[in-house]
């Protein structure tokens, strides 16, 4: 018969063996050491709104990823149960917050969203930071992102705005035979979105030489855009460049293109990845010629060349910007769960950055199993993602990026075979 010593002896190892199973974040021992988890995704999609044409192609990415760790896992030996649930914004930071307020009441750890730059800073500020949810998001890419203070909590697998200008202003200079005289007008809606890129694009279009001429911008719900029609029609300028979305684009340049005696020329007109639009082929008349670039990945290579073959084999969804972003968002959820051992946000932030970029072994997405092995193993990795090598800061931004060119041809938006690679600028923004 045990003392009564003994019997407190016991019960306080049995209290301590609790705790430490409660520390670890939605996960537990197996029998051979292991962690076993449960991570719970969610993902936050604009499935109406400005951004609606990037949701079905997003939400076709991220389920391609779940199938893709749920096989690693199996593989790997690893008891790993992934879950993905998914809410609309429509593209409004309160509807983002609504819904991922009820994803962290059922336990998400991870949520990948938002879109766009404001609504996903109104979630990480509302949700993310203070119910210590990681949020990755594939397509905000806005340069105010890098400095907000989101306490560790958020991170973003498209490269930002500062980045796409630089792509931008190369192609301009390609296209135009050198930046040195050149007078590009440039028309924005006044977003945080239009707002970063009109000063990106400046300094890098000056720094080559260039001039920026009348730089216009707009609110989505102006019921005319004469006055700043006018404007951008003024000048003779070399080209124009917008920095809008497709249906306010599709309005200011139909009056342009109205307007008696203007010099508009929808052959001179170049645009970021907002007006890689389905939606533009439309109106013709104000898409035709259009070029410009958007983010992208790499096509090249056995592992992007398996990445569209499983992609369009998982779904009706063409192929659009920010899908392999999504991809990547939702594969890095998993990976910092399992390179944290839990699925709660406050152990797996700690880990992105470092399951991400060097140092380590590389494994791109076509070795998730190995990943997985290396991770429960205590190994470091760097995940080379359908997006390309990713290589999180410690801003949480990746540091180099690739965009397609495209180009509005016969009522269809094209993508050229040709592509941009963009450095991280030295100094950031």
């Excluded at 010593?5 to 306080?12: E, F, K, N, P, Q």
């Excluded at 649930?85 to 983002?96: K, V, W």
């Excluded at 709660?344 to 470092?354: H, I, N, P, T």
């Excluded at 016969?410 to 030295?426: F, M, N, T």
Aim: with cysteine; proline share 4%; hydrophobic share 40%.
């Amino acid at each position: 018969m045990r003392t009564a010593a003994a019997r407190t002896g016991a019960a306080l190892a049995v209290l301590a063996a609790m705790v430490a199973l409660s520390a670890c974040g939605g996960s537990e021992q197996n029998t051979a050491g292991r962690k076993v988890l449960d991570l719970k995704i969610g993902g936050i999609l604009p499935r109406t709104g400005i951004l609606s044409p990037f949701a079905a192609s997003g939400e076709q990415a991220m389920d391609l990823a779940v199938d893709e760790v749920r096989k690693a896992a199996a593989k790997a030996g690893a008891r790993h149960k992934v879950t993905i649930t998914y809410a609309s914004d429509q593209s409004l930071p309160a509807n983002a917050v609504k819904e991922a307020k009820k994803m962290a009441d059922q336990g998400t750890g991870c949520l990948v969203g938002a879109y766009g730059s404001a609504v996903t800073g109104r979630l990480m500020t509302a949700v993310a930071a203070p119910r210590k949810i990681l949020q990755i998001s594939p397509a905000s890419s806005g340069d105010a992102i890098t400095a907000a203070d989101d306490r560790g909590y958020l991170f973003r697998t498209v490269a930002p705005d500062r980045m796409q200008a630089d792509a931008l202003v190369q192609l301009l200079d390609d296209e135009l035979r050198g930046a040195r005289g050149k007078k590009v007008n440039v028309g924005a809606l006044e977003s945080t979105y239009g707002k970063n890129l009109v000063e990106d694009f400046g300094d890098a279009w000056r720094a080559k030489g260039g001039q920026v001429g009348q730089t216009q911008t707009y609110r989505i719900d102006q019921p005319t855009f004469a006055d700043e029609g006018k404007a951008l029609a003024s000048g003779d300028p070399d080209a124009w460049v917008f920095f809008d979305f497709a249906d306010t684009y599709s309005r200011i340049a139909t009056d342009l293109e109205a307007r008696d005696g203007a010099d508009f020329d929808v052959g001179k007109t170049f645009g970021t990845d907002s007006l890689a639009s389905p939606r533009l082929t439309n109106t013709p008349q104000t898409s035709e010629g259009l070029r410009g670039v958007a983010v992208g990945a790499p096509r090249q290579g056995p592992a992007a060349e398996e990445f569209d073959k499983r992609y369009k084999a998982q779904g009706k969804a063409k192929r659009q910007t920010f899908d392999a972003q999504a991809f990547d968002a939702t594969v890095l959820c998993y990976l910092s769960a399992v390179a944290a051992g839990s699925t709660a946000g406050v152990d797996m932030k700690d880990k992105v950055q470092e399951v991400s970029a060097p140092p380590g072994r590389k494994y791109t997405w076509m070795q998730l199993d190995q990943a997985v092995k290396a991770l429960e193993a205590g190994q470091d990795i760097d995940y080379d993602g359908a997006s390309g090598p990713i290589d999180l800061n410690d801003a949480g931004d990746p540091t180099a990026a690739v965009y397609d060119v495209y180009e509005f041809r016969r009522s269809k938006l094209r993508i050229g075979d040709e592509q941009i690679a963009v450095p991280e600028r030295a100094g950031g923004i």
